[in-house]
């Protein structure tokens, strides 16, 4: 499957560019992440303090690039690690964000963070593996729009909709 990605065979690239399937996954998250990790750094180090809009606006346009990839990475075992891979990477730096604008709860921010990831991964992951998924431009207010809904108000929208078109 990476091979086939990749437009190599197999063996060349195991004989010739990787001597493990570790260096292969590296070299994948290497490749989605390096724009990805000069954009957050440039928004922790500004005045910017809207990390949704920073989402939607600076990482999904790259993420959309890196779709095929982030799709082999979600739907196969080839990585069985991403989730964890995805937690260790961007659960600090969301909490470091969170302690940047002063973001106090019952929760701590750690917590906080830990669930923003994840709601951020959901939406993103359901949006980048569908077969055909929608350009950013498009996608971008959905985005937004699932993010300012709780599952209890995205429950209760669907069945009003539902009543409303009955």
């Not at 990787?18 to 990790?37: A, G, R, S, V, Y």
């Not at 750690?110 to 431009?137: C, G, H, M, R």
Request: aromatic fraction near 12%.
């Amino acid at each position: 499957m990476i091979a086939d990605q990749a437009g190599l065979r197999r063996e060349s690239i195991y004989r010739y560019h990787f001597d493990n399937m570790e260096d292969i996954i590296e070299k994948i998250h290497f490749l989605i992440d390096k724009d990805i990790d000069d954009e957050i750094e440039k928004f922790m180090m500004g005045t910017n303090t809207n990390i949704v809009k920073f989402v939607s606006h600076t990482l999904l346009p790259l993420l959309y690039v890196r779709k095929d990839w982030i799709k082999i990475l979600c739907e196969t075992n080839v990585d069985p690690n991403w989730l964890n891979f995805l937690q260790e990477k961007y659960v600090p730096v969301i909490e470091a964000y969170l302690n940047k604008i002063g973001k106090k709860d019952i929760f701590s921010n750690a917590y906080l963070a830990n669930i923003l990831l994840k709601e951020f991964l959901s939406i993103l992951s359901t949006w980048l593996t569908d077969d055909s998924p929608e350009p950013v431009s498009l996608f971008q207010k959905k985005f937004l729009y699932l993010l300012s809904l709780s599952p209890a108000d995205m429950v209760n929208v669907r069945m009003t909709r539902n009543k409303i078109q009955q």
